[in-house]
């Protein structure tokens, strides 16, 4: 008796691939969405923490010298050129709006108040116009003897509470960035 065995090729069609690959594509898609999503949040709370720190300093600064250091200019370290200004991603060199060179004296001034090391607030950037802004800036009014704490928030953020001895917060929102200021009282 002779048997005939059929042999039968078995593979994947090509409507199948196509099926396969789009699943994977769509889940590549969906995972580099959430990373990104991650990182600003990640890069956001960076900076707000480092403002949190540099707003203790000023106020434990003030309770030791009578009041806040007499300087302007970016707070924190990492920036592109610490000697000469903020930043320089869109040709415009600014740390959140002015232009100003960044006050190594201010960050001078404040670290011994911060277990002698200054934070450093996220170089991610945060569009606004033509220009893209990162990181905190600290402003001292010397007709009112006051500090004003700027930071830059990508995208649309509520601005994170900082301390109660904050008098004033305010909130911008700019085409991708969010500028939160906080004044601080005078001593």
């Known amino acids: 008796m002779n048997r005939v065995i059929l042999q039968t090729k078995r593979g994947f069609t090509i409507v199948e691939l196509l099926i396969v690959i789009v699943v994977i594509a769509i889940l590549a898609a969906v995972s580099i969405t959430a990373y990104s999503g991650v990182q600003t949040r990640a890069s956001n709370t960076q900076t707000s923490d480092a403002v949190k720190q540099f707003i203790k300093a000023y106020h434990l600064y003030a309770l030791d010298n009578g009041d806040y250091p007499h300087a302007t200019g970016c707070l924190g370290e990492g920036y592109p050129d610490p000697n000469h200004y903020c930043l320089s991603q869109s040709g415009t060199s600014v740390c959140w709006g002015t232009g100003s060179a960044t006050s190594p ?83």
């Open 105 to 187: 004296a201010i960050n001078t001034a404040l670290k011994p108040y911060m277990n002698g090391k200054v934070p450093s607030p996220s170089m991610q950037g945060a569009a606004c116009g033509t220009t893209t802004y990162v990181g905190a800036y600290g402003y001292y009014n010397s007709t009112n003897k006051t500090v004003t704490v700027y930071m830059m928030l990508r995208g649309d953020q509520a601005c994170p509470s900082m301390s109660p001895n904050v008098t004033t917060v305010g909130r911008a929102f700019m085409d991708d960035a969010t500028r939160c200021y906080y004044i601080l009282a005078a001593v």
